[in-house]
T-cell receptor, first 114, second 115 residues
Framework: GDSVTQMEGPVTLSEEAFLTINCTYT??????LFWYVQYPGEGLQLLLK?????DKGSNKGFEATYRKETTSFHLEKGSVQVSDSAVYFC?????????????FGAGTILRVKS | NAGVTQTPKFRVLKTGQSMTLLCAQD?????MYWYRQDPGMGLRLIHY???????AKGEVPDGYNVSRLKKQNFLLGLESAAPSQTSVYFC??????????????FGPGTRLTVL
């Protein structure tokens, strides 16, 4: 079945450091790929998405490129801030006969120190 | 727009008690979902609905029931709570699957503890 694998955390960085969170996937067909972010005590918010190969999703300084050849969707940010501390989830949209099932990775905790 | 709201935010139950979690959305979405979030496991789909009056099982449906009597509401029921159902529950909604509109929108979650 479809699956998503993320790098384990927590990831601890100093402010203004470069961030990469790795995400790889296994899926049949051509899923859409997502990064969701969960701030402490809150629900999940869509951070960015890409719907086809070579698409780049971007938002709030974060970027991720849909790489079909390596089945990856790594999240990057050039300069993290303390306010980026959160849990980041990679997900794919494995559309099936009914519904639009999202398959999530386990999540990666990011801690940014000032 | 409030988006997706969930009631209650927190609840503590004793083993064997029952309860209902309410999810409401004001985005006129056809599809609604219930997930549970457990440490190190991401979110797992419990049940979902593709429209008013329809429900279907997700990955982990055992011990839960759902109802979608109105388009804007999706209820999750626990008939006899067990400690294994201690989790954070998230509701989500979306438009029908299409690459331009397949984003799911999440509620703030309900933290449930079963003693």
């Amino acid at each position: 079945g479809d699956s998503v694998t993320q790098m384990e955390g927590p990831v601890t960085l100093s402010e203004e450091a470069f961030l990469t969170i790795n995400c790889t996937y296994t899926a049949t067909g051509y899923p859409s790929l997502f990064w969701y972010v969960q701030y402490p005590g809150e629900g999940l918010q869509l951070l960015l998405k890409a719907t086809k190969a070579d698409d780049k999703g971007s938002n709030k300084g974060f970027e991720a490129t849909y790489r079909k050849e390596t089945t990856s969707f790594h999240l990057e940010k050039g300069s993290v801030q303390v306010s980026d501390s959160a849990v980041y989830f990679c997900a794919l949209s494995g559309a099936w006969e009914y519904g639009n099932k999202l398959v999530f990775g386990a999540g990666t905790i990011l801690r940014v120190k000032s | 727009n409030a988006g997706v709201t969930q009631t209650p935010k927190f609840r503590v139950l004793k083993t064997g008690q029952s309860m209902t979690l309410l999810c409401a959305q004001d985005m006129n979405h056809e599809y609604m979902y219930w997930y549970r979030q457990d440490p190190g496991m991401g979110l797992r789909l419990i049940h979902y609905s593709v429209g008013e009056g329809t429900t279907a099982k997700g990955e982990v449906p055992d011990g839960y029931n759902v109802s979608r009597l109105k388009k804007q509401n999706f209820l999750l029921g626990l008939e006899s709570a067990a400690p294994s159902q201690t989790s954070v529950y998230f509701c989500a909604s979306s438009s029908p699957p299409h690459r331009a509109t397949d984003t799911q929108y999440f509620g703030p979650g309900t933290r449930l503890t079963v003693l």
